[in-house]
Every structure is written in structure tokens, then in C-alpha cells.
């Protein structure tokens, strides 16, 4: 029961709806007596050679009324009951989506995307089913239950009431042991049902390079190992499941035998009359369905237990970033200082930036270049307070970003990463997603100055195309320049293009970043690249190594110092040459 005791706080909530299924579930379970108590007296009058056309007529026409009502009875506590099993499941799923956009980047690294969504599928139901079936299991088979055992032993013989009701102890055992039996089973299925969803999606996802690779065979097999596993955990559960019904009919026969029995000896005493005995046979068959139920009941308990568990687990993980009490709620504007003495990933040992100290004014531009994995985008991360800085701070308009709302801080934000995620819409609404309000004229501009308007003007329904799921019906270039026009779109007060030039030619990027110096006055701009042309005319350049500063300054000044810089720009420059057919013309 303790299932029931942890959702005891939407029980409170939802009392009105609880309170008139359940005054519901009880006159139907009354209703339900009656007509066996008919069966019984129309039988001793058919002993006793008293029953007249119009005694027939009148049992018969109760009857029938007795029908209609618990035909409508039954109606009303359904729609109460599920109706608010069905509100609980909507109110969970709203609650576990809210939370995962409220968690942090750590969560989802550690998380694998199909356990996630078997929380929110197969969980939520079985959960769902306990607020719905489990009730109505639990208060019918109490209320049916009990009203059939107190008429059968005050109205007819509670001797024979007590011998009936001896096998009833066994069957509480074996219900509770085969109960727990399906908790332990049940949570392991779930788990096998999150792996299988998780490989589904990881490759649905990764289709193209699964076919690419010829790897396709490969996880046809992966994938028959986990439906395999899934099966088999799913077969343990219903093993346990498909005792429920044989042993419970089996004590409710004996019951009836005993019922019989004893009844027949009675009956031959004069204790008890046929009708009696009739009529308590038939409350005896009542008392079937209590039975069935309980069993169900301990079944739709454990499954929910097990599922209510997972769910309440990842609601009770805190995010790690977190607005404080004194928080400004107002969207940053001004100068940009960041100085971090150091700064170590959770779960991490060494730092992946050290001893970074730089300050840019409004409206300028700034430009992180470096090797793979010199800490380029976790400079960009720590910027939008994805993770905190302990170890120094990061300061906008002179206030640092822990004193800002996340909310509003995150609407200073353009931000452009490396992988470029489009939804499965329209390209029209992939670049308003910032902006759901957007003009049509407003998104054009946006996509002009992203250059990809003309582009999208090539495509058959033009801004009204439908993407694939992650934008795969696109090139990773337009995928690119869709992204930026996203982020463009929200004019905002920091831009961060994240490597987000790396799938377009020499001379689309050129064109781009025009564009964005000549539409951002005023506006701060932040581009990390490997390809140093993206960075030639920002306002100030770092070089990052091993997460640290290796060199900085201006592009002439950097071209002076003759570093890693100057070394990697020839050598850049000299490659597109030599793609040019340039090399070659000038040494002729």
C-alpha cells in the first residue's frame, strides 16, 4: 500500500473526484446485493408454490430498474476515477519535462536519452494506472467484498459464512508473495525496455553512419540481443502474473465446495432454506471478482511502486546551476570580463581552462582560435553559466553572471554551436524558434544576412519546407547558416558562433561576417574557429592551449609575435592557394 500512501498528495487534490467515484463504487456494490437477495426469495416461493404472475412481475421490473441504475452508476465512477488517473498521468509528464529542461548539462551527459524517455512513456502509464485501476480495484473489492461477507453472515448463517472463508488466508499469502515477486521482476523490465529505447533512438539517429560503415548487420543483431532481453525479463513478469488467476479460482472452488457442502447439511437441518442457500451461493460467486481484484491489485501495486520509484529518483535530482534568492531579474548588457584562475569539469581532475583573463568591451569582437581541445567551447559554456565558475569569476556590465536570473542572462545570448540541432518544422519556424512571433519579412532578413536565403528560395516550398528530424534533409552548410539566422534573428546583446563556420566556403564566410559587422553595432560578437580567417578582424584574438593562453592580441599584432598564430594563418592561407590553383600560377 505504500504506492498509495506516496500519492496521498494527489488523492488531497483531487478529493472531489475520489470522493464521489468512491461514494459511487459503494452503491453499486449495495446495488449488487439485491439480486441475488431476489433470486433467493422468487426461489422459496417457487418451493413454497406462492409466487403469482404479478410477484414474478414485480421482482422482475426491480430487477431491471437495478440494472439501469448501475449501468449509470458505473458510468459516473469510471469517468471520476480514470478521469483523474488519466490528470495525474498528464500532471507527471508535464513535471518530469519541466524538470529535464531545468537540469543541468551533467545530468544529460550521464543520461542515456532512451532511459529518459521510458520515464516519461511506460513509467508515467503504469503510475497512471495505479491512481486509476488501482483504485477502483482497491475501493470495489473492499466494498463488494465486505458487503457480500456481512449479508452473507448476518442475513443468512455466519457459521456457514466462516467455513466458506477459510481458504481465504492462503490466498492472502500467495497474492503478497507473488506481489513481490512482480516488483523485483517488473523493475528489471523496465530497465530492459530503457536500454532497448535508447538503442532505437541512438540509431535512428545515426542511420547515415551505420550505413556508411556497412555496420547495419552488425546492429540488427545488437538490437535481437536486447528485444531478446526485454522478452525474456518481460516473460519473468508475466510467469508470475499468470498465477494470479489459477490460484486465486482455486481457493474460490474450494471455497464453494465447502460452501456447498456445508449449506446442504444446513438446508437439511431446516437452519438455512434452498433459497438462502441459492442466493448465498451466488453472493459467493460475488465475492470472485474481490478476489480476482485483490490479486490485480497487488499486481497494479508493485508495477507502480517500481515506476512511481523511478520517476520520483529523477525528480529528486537538483540541477547543478541555480538562480540565487538575490537574484537580478534584468538581462545583462555592458562590458565583458572574464577571469577564471581555474576551472575542472565535475567528475573531472585536471582543469580544462587555467589562469584565462580577458576583458572586451560592448560591441566588440573577440576571437578564440586553438587546436582541438584547448577549451574553446567551454569558454563559450561557462559564458552562459551551462557550469559555474569556482575558482575566479565572469563579469557583464561590471555585475557578475551568478547575480543574474538564468532567464534573463540566457536572453543576452545568441548562441550558435557545433552541432547544429534543427527540429522537425519548417525552415520558416526553425529560424523563429527564438522568436515564435517573427514577421515573415524578419525571418528573411535574418536568413539574408546568414546568407542563406537564396538557398532556401531553391527548395520546393521555399521557407515553408519541412526538415528532417535534426535538419538531415540539409547540407551540415546550411544547417550552419540556418542556425545562425536563428540566433540572429533575436538581435542579441552577446553573439557566440561556436565553430559555426566551419561547413561553409571561403567565400560564404566572408560574406557573413560582413554582414554581422556591418547589422551589429553595439553588439558583442564572440567567434571561436579553427579556420583563422573567421577571426582576422575581431577586436581582439586568444590562442588557447591545453586551457590556457598561449597568445593574444590583435591579428597584425599576433602576425608580428611570428607565434603559433602567424605559423598557422600561412599555413592556412598557403592550403587555400594551393586548392586555388594559386601556388602554382605564381611559381610559373
Known amino acids: ?95 518530469l519535462y519541466n524538470h529535464y529542461t531545468l537540469l543541468s548539462p551533467r545530468f544529460f551527459h550521464q543520461r542515456r536519452t532512451g532511459d529518459l524517455m521510458a520515464h516519461a512513456t ?13 483504485v477502483l480495484t482497491l475501493v470495489d473489492s473492499l466494498f463488494m467484498g465486505g ?93 508470475v502474473d499468470a498465477l494470479f488467476d489459477p490460484t486465486i479460482s482455486l481457493i474460490v472452488g474450494f471455497s464453494f465446495f465447502l460452501a456447498v457442502s456445508f449449506g446442504s447439511y444446513l438446508v437439511i437441518q431446516d437452519r438455512i432454506t434452498i433459497g438462502e442457500l441459492t442466493q448465498f ?19 497494479i501495486m508493485e508495477r507502480g511502486r517500481a515506476s512511481y520509484d523511478r520517476v520520483r529518483e529523477l525528480l529528486s535530482i537538483r540541477p547543478d546551476i541555480t538562480d540565487r534568492e538575490d537574484a537580478l531579474d534584468q538581462v545583462p548588457t555592458g562590458d565583458i570580463s572574464v577571469q577564471i584562475a581555474a576551472f575542472t569539469y565535475p567528475g573531472k581532475e585536471e582543469p580544462s581552462l587555467r589562469d584565462i583573463s580577458v576583458d572586451l568591451k560592448r560591441g566588440q569582437t573577440l576571437g578564440i582560435v ?25 563579469l557583464i556590465g561590471g555585475i557578475p553572471i551568478t547575480r543574474y536570473r538564468l532567464g534573463c542572462l540566457r536572453k543576452a545570448f545568441g548562441y550558435v554551436p557545433q552541432d547544429h540541432f534543427l527540429f522537425s518544422a519548417t525552415i520558416a519556424e526553425n529560424i523563429a524558434f527564438g522568436r515564435p512571433d517573427a514577421t515573415r519579412e524578419e525571418i528573411e532578413k535574418a536568413a539574408r544576412l546568414a546568407c542563406i536565403h537564396e538557398d532556401i528560395l531553391q527548395f520546393p516550398k521555399g521557407y515553408d519546407t519541412v526538415v528532417g528530424e535534426r535538419g538531415v534533409t540539409l547540407s551540415g552548410g546550411q544547417k550552419q547558416r540556418i542556425s545562425i539566422a536563428r540566433a540572429l534573428l533575436i538581435d542579441p546583446e552577446i553573439l557566440i558562433l561556436d565553430d559555426s563556420l566551419s561547413a561553409v566556403d571561403a567565400k560564404t564566410e566572408t560574406a557573413i561576417l560582413q554582414a554581422l559587422r556591418a547589422n551589429r553595432a553595439n553588439r558583442t560578437t564572440i567567434i571561436t574557429a579553427h579556420r583563422l580567417s573567421a577571426v582576422e578582424k575581431a577586436d581582439h584574438i586568444l590562442v588557447l592551449e591545453n586551457g590556457r593562453i598561449r597568445e593574444q592580441g590583435t591579428h597584425d599584432q599576433l602576425m608580428a609575435q611570428g607565434g603559433w598564430y602567424a605559423d598557422m594563418y600561412r599555413r592556412q592561407q598557403l592550403e587555400s592557394l594551393v586548392a586555388q590553383g594559386g601556388v602554382a600560377r605564381g611559381d610559373a
Open 1 to 95: 500500500m505504500s504506492i498509495f500512501r506516496d500519492l496521498w498528495w494527489y488523492f488531497k487534490r483531487e478529493r472531489l473526484h475520489y470522493g464521489l467515484g468512491i461514494l459511487t463504487l459503494f452503491a453499486v456494490a449495495l446495488l449488487e446485493l439485491f439480486p441475488p437477495y431476489a433470486v433467493g426469495a422468487i426461489v422459496d416461493a417457487i418451493k413454497q408454490q406462492s409466487l403469482t404472475p404479478g410477484e414474478l412481475g414485480k421482482w422482475l421490473f426491480l430487477l431491471g430498474l437495478t440494472a439501469v441504475v448501475l449501468y449509470i452508476l458505473r458510468y459516473i465512477w469510471r469517468i471520476l476515477l480514470f478521469g483523474a488517473g488519466f490528470r495525474l498521468e498528464r500532471l507527471l509528464r508535464q513535471q
Open 122 to 134: 511506460n513509467d508515467i502509464e503504469a503510475i497512471e494506472l495505479t491512481a486509476g485501476d488501482g
Open 147 to 239: 458487503a457480500v461477507v456481512f449479508t452473507m453472515a448476518f442475513f443468512i448463517d455466519w457459521q456457514l459464512t466462516l467455513v466458506s472463508l477459510l481458504p481465504m488466508p492462503l490466498m492472502a499469502w500467495a497474492t503478497g508473495h507473488y506481489g513481490n515477486l512482480i516488483h523485483r521482476r517488473f523493475h528489471k523490465a523496465q530497465e530492459a525496455f530503457s536500454a532497448l529505447n535508447d538503442k532505437v533512438q541512438e540509431n535512428i539517429s545515426g542511420i547515415r553512419v551505420i550505413k556508411a560503415f556497412g555496420q547495419e548487420e552488425a546492429e540488427k543483431r545488437e538490437f535481437e540481443k536486447l528485444t531478446s532481453d526485454v522478452m525474456q525479463k518481460n516473460i519473468a513478469v508475466a510467469k
Open 281 to 299: 451461493t451466488i453472493y459467493l460467486g460475488h465475492l470472485i471478482w474481490p478476489m480476482l481484484a485483490f490479486g490485480m491489485l497487488i499486481n
Open 370 to 394: 586553438g587546436k582541438t581541445g584547448s577549451g574553446k567551447t567551454t569558454f563559450c559554456r561557462l559564458l552562459l553559466r551551462e557550469f559555474d565558475v569556482e575558482e575566479g569569476a565572469i
